[in-house]
């Protein structure tokens, strides 16, 4: 199955009746303007759809979420490698270990895709919802730099905030990767030409078409709700990444604060040099939580800005 087969986001506009599309939005003087503007550009490179069976699509890049060793083998993952057949397998048994907010490519193989993204999306713990927020802004963002970097314009993305097996909060991981797709196709408006966000499940649909117009409104009624409801929320910088309070003032009072660049809060043993703040302090949140012995320091590696990853 092609891309064309799909609606975009923008055409889907057609769609909504006229109570959805024509309702104006609360306008008070004086009210902040909308966090992300009406970009028919962009929007028509998205297109949200129910896909139970992604190892059908004939796309340049098929991304499937998985744990660290890349042995997840369960659920929509096993059906995908099982259809990519055992070169699949050998490839990816060859690979030692993509870290959380990283990714890395393989050949398709078996799967109508020609590449095969292997993204590594963060375990859920409520005491470390910032680490977990900051890994899963970097497996996006860090997936998205790989296609871009590797010239693989048409990506279908299957969520990397998982619920069932990594207990990330549905509706939170929804705005995390919005936010993210968000600013990077602002940033680099012609590096994809259709990214499909492939829901198997029918609550994950449910979750992306609620917060979908907040990040890309399609009519002055979803401008203002994406304004309203944005209201508030942190929405990150110019990459949607979010640097917490403690770490700006942690990178701007720090030694060599006033050279130009901002300071590594903490650089892992084996993490890249090249490691943001925020991915640095995730480091140290995971690392304190393996010296409490509570586990959470099984997933404290970020992105960390790397690109392809691979």
């Not at 909504?16 to 309702?23: G, P, S, Y």
């Not at 990040?215 to 508030?232: H, I, K, N, V």
Request: aromatic share 6%; hydrophobic share 35%.
């Amino acid at each position: 199955m092609t891309t064309q087969a799909f609606v975009s986001w923008h055409a889907s506009l057609a769609g909504l009746t006229e109570r959805h599309a024509d309702v104006p939005s609360s306008d008070a003087e004086g009210a902040s303007p909308p966090p992300f503007a009406i970009e028919e550009s962009i929007n028509r490179r998205i297109v949200l759809v129910r896909a139970s069976e992604p190892w059908t699509l004939a796309v340049d890049a098929l991304v499937v979420g998985n744990n660290e060793a890349l042995t997840d083998r369960t659920g929509v993952v096993g059906d995908i490698f099982s259809h990519g057949g055992t070169g699949l397998e050998r490839e990816v048994l060859a690979i030692e270990t993509v870290r959380t907010g990283e990714a890395c490519d393989t050949a398709g193989h078996g799967l109508t895709a020609r590449r095969v993204v292997h993204a590594i999306g963060p375990r859920y713990r409520e005491q470390y919802a910032e680490a977990a927020e900051s890994a899963l802004h970097w497996a996006y963002r860090t997936t998205l730099q790989l296609c871009r970097d590797k010239g693989l314009r048409t990506v279908a993305l299957l969520p990397l905030h998982d619920v069932e097996k990594k207990h990330y909060p549905r509706e939170e991981g929804c705005h995390v990767a919005l936010r993210t797709i968000r600013r990077f196709f602002e940033r680099h408006p012609g590096a994809i030409d259709v990214l499909l966000l492939l829901m198997p499940q029918q609550d994950e649909l449910e979750s992306y078409s609620r917060c979908l117009p907040l990040y890309f409104p399609r009519t002055p009624a979803e401008l203002g709700r994406s304004r309203d409801c944005l209201s508030g929320r942190m929405l990150g910088d110019a990459d949607g990444e979010i640097l917490a309070v403690e770490r700006q003032i942690r990178i701007s009072t720090g030694p060599g604060a006033g050279l130009g660049s901002p300071m590594r809060a903490f650089t892992p043993s084996r993490g890249p040099s090249d490691m943001s703040p925020a991915s640095a302090s995730m480091a140290k949140d995971g690392r304190e939580g393996s010296e409490r012995g509570d586990g959470a320091g099984a997933h404290w590696f970020g992105g960390g800005g790397r690109g392809s990853g691979g």
